[in-house]
Every structure is written in structure tokens, then in C-alpha cells.
């Protein structure tokens, strides 16, 4: 039994795969984790491994309870990758921007590869087919846009995500849903095509919270996987044990 665990900005997510499948899936917040993740193994015979990917607080009181639990790889800026990081500060480089990276160059061997991430943030995430990371770009997240207008200023009141709107908003509502929701829609855009004109047999891969909401909002043909993340865990686990 493989446990991948994503510790986001805002939620944390548990995969379980059993002999290379996904069983279950877990939505549940830090202090849940360690409770949710005894349930799972209750009753388990064989060995369990854990990997963790973590841009949260995670105490370290948790990480020390996961160790009891399992085998535990936490993934960081030492792991074994499948990719060599050209980013220019890669000890900041963010620990689910790596693992997403792994995970592309894993599962989509020999190509271009765009990682978008539409979560808490939004992250575009680069990988060439010679398997080398420049980098990307970091935006504020679509929850983010309607919390910010909200909280800088002292009329605009807080939108959450609807249908689209049209470019023309007529009313406070709909000029807030026009900027947000077609503002990141046509930034995705700008993004998938800038790297298009590179290569246009690019390979997008688009994840997050809202990668449901977007995916058919997009004119470009993506991979859409709202796990993604998860997924790359358990390839990225893979790879390390493989080439232990
Ligand atoms: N069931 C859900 N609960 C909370 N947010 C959800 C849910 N479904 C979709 N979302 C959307 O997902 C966004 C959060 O995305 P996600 O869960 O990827 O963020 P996260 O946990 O902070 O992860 P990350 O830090 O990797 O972005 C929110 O803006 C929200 O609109
Ligand atoms: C950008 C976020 C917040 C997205 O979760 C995360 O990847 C992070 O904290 N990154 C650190 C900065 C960087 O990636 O360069
Ligand atoms: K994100």
C-alpha cells in the first residue's frame, strides 16, 4: 500500500493505491490527517509506504506520528528527481511545483511538458523533453482574486466563483466575475500559447481545485486531472524506490 499525501495552501489530500491503483481518495485538513490515515491502514498486513509533499504547516509532531505509521519519503529539495532543476534559486522553488514537474516528466516521457495548477495560486510549471526545469510563473489563485478585491477595498463585496460572464459586466457583480473569471481564463491562454509557439505539439497538463471549472472554458486541448498532484506522488515514489 502506497499513501500519497498533498499538503496544500488551503487543503490537504490523501491518495491511497493498492498494487498500482488508486483505491481511495481523502479530502481533510492537518489535524484529521493522522486519525484519517490509521483508518485506512487498520487491519493492513503488509508494508505501508507514505510520501508527503508538504507547502503547508505540517507540526512536526504529525511528520514524527506518519513515521510510526509507515515508511515515510518526504519529498524536498534533496530528492531524487527525474528531471535536473535549472531554477535559479532551487531551494525556494515550491515543494508541489517539484513533484508536479516530477510527475509530468514521468507520465509524459520525451515531450514538451506545461504544468498549470490552478489552486490557492495558480503556477505554470515548465519542463522541456530533454527533462530540464527552467521554471514558470506564480499568480494569485481564483479564490484568491474575488478574497483580495474584497479585502483592499471599501466597496467591491466578495464574489465566488458562477457561471461566466460576459466581457462587458453591467453591474458591480458581473464586472467582478468578468475581470476575475475571463481575466484567468484569458492568462491560462496567454500562457498555454506563448508556449505553443515553441512547440506546438505541446503536452498541457492542467490540476487543482478549479482545473474542473476551467477545463471546458479552455479553447486549448489539455490533459485535465484534478489529482495530479497525487498522481505524481505515487509516480515520483515509484522512480525513487525503482532507482534505490
Ligand atoms: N471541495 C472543495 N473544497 C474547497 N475548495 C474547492 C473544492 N472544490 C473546488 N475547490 C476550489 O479549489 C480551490 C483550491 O484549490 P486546491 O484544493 O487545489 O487548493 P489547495 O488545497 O490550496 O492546494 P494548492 O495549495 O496546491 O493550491 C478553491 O479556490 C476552490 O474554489
Ligand atoms: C507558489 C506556491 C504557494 C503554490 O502552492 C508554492 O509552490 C510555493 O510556496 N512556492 C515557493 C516559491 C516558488 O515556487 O518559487
Ligand atoms: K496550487
Known sequence: MIICIDVGNTRTKVAVYENSTLQQLIITNN?????????????????????????????????????????????????????????????????????????????????????????????????????QYHGGAISPGIGLRYKSLNDYTANLPLEKISELHPFVGNSTATSIQSGVLNGVIAEIEAFIDHFKHLDENLTVILTGGNSEFLVNRLKNSIFANPNFLLESLFLLHQHIVSND
Open 31 to 131: 489535524e484529521k490527517l493522522i486519525k484519517n490515515i490509521s483508518k485506512q491502514i487498520q487491519g493492513i498486513e503488509n508494508c505501508v509506504d507514505i510520501i508527503l509533499s508538504s507547502v503547508g504547516d505540517l507540526s512536526l509532531e504529525t511528520i514524527e506520528d506518519l513515521k510510526k505509521l509507515g515508511n515515510l519519503i518526504t519529498v524536498t529539495h534533496e530528492t531524487f528527481l527525474p528531471f535536473k532543476n535549472l531554477y535559479s534559486t532551487p531551494t525556494t522553488l515550491g515543494i508541489d511545483r517539484i513533484v508536479l514537474a516530477a510527475g509530468a516528466t514521468l507520465k509524459y516521457p520525451n515531450q514538451n511538458r506545461l504544468v498549470i495548477d490552478a489552486g490557492t495560486c495558480i503556477t505554470y510549471d515548465f519542463i522541456n523533453s530533454s527533462n
